[in-house]
């Protein structure tokens, strides 16, 4: 008789659970780092209220948080064969669209998704450095961008930081979303044990407690990144 809980089961099953978690991580780390750019220029243009994309820049950040994430991979892991498609046929290109990996589709909806919500973090950020020190830059000689590299961004980014930090950790798990376009991550090979094994209940707790135990990681590495970035601010309070 099969047992109803099965302990043993689940510790043999971490290792092969775990020997996915590099597909995880590195789709939640490049997303991240490609968002952060996106942010980064979406935030800059909404700060300088750039007539023409700034608009386009709105629309984009409404649809991207009005929408499922679900419903944004599937946008770009079905829409972007046919744009590709059409564009050899337009521009009489050769793109061996089949021949994209579907990494590449995870990658760009989810650093399409996690770009929108930083930017208004990051936005947000800039906001709150007094306007006064942009005018005083001016005052100087500065130019706007070595206004911005100099004396805005960098106060505004200990400000963004733990947000940033934030969307990061939700960025991990939302990544277990990537199975559903046939990306082999630890959430898809869990699916594939369960479904080969049929004890989904202990499969699903070894995933969860793997999601968690990275998590805690990266939240206390982010906190020494917190409490570095900020040493000079408690050497004042001191």
């Known amino acids: 008789m099969n047992k109803l809980f ?44 750039i007539r023409v994309l700034e608009p386009i820049s709105k ?5 991207i948080r009005g929408t499922p994430t679900l419903v944004q991979l599937f946008l770009v892991y079905y829409g972007t064969p046919i744009l590709l498609r059409a564009m050899n046929e337009q521009f009489q290109w050769n793109l061996n669209v089949d021949g994209i990996p579907t990494l590449i589709f995870g990658v760009v909806a989810f650093s399409f998704n996690s770009g929108a919500y930083m930017s208004e973090t990051i936005r947000s950020a800039m906001l709150s450095v007094d306007s006064g020190q942009l005018e005083a830059c001016y005052s100087v000689n500065m130019t706007t961008r070595q206004a911005m590299v100099r004396i805005i961004i960098p106060q505004a980014f200990k400000v963004a930081l733990p947000p940033l930090g934030n969307s990061f950790i939700s960025m991990v798990k939302e990544t277990s979303l990537a199975f559903s376009i046939s990306i082999v991550d630890i959430m898809a090979e869990a699916k594939l044990i369960g479904a080969r094994s ?27 990144i917190e409490r570095y970035v900020r040493r000079y601010e408690r050497d004042v309070a001191r």
């Open 59 to 63: 629309i984009y950040v409404s649809f």
């Open 6 to 49: 099965d302990p043993g089961f689940m510790i043999s099953t971490v290792p092969e659970i775990v020997s996915y978690l590099p597909v995880t991580l590195g789709l939640a780390v490049v997303s991240s780092l490609i968002g952060l750019m996106i942010a980064l220029g979406i935030a800059l243009i909404r700060y300088f209220y």
């Open 198 to 224: 049929f004890r989904f209940f202990e499969i699903y707790i070894v995933v969860s407690l793997i999601y968690w135990a990275c998590c805690f990681v990266i939240e206390r590495i982010l906190w020494i």
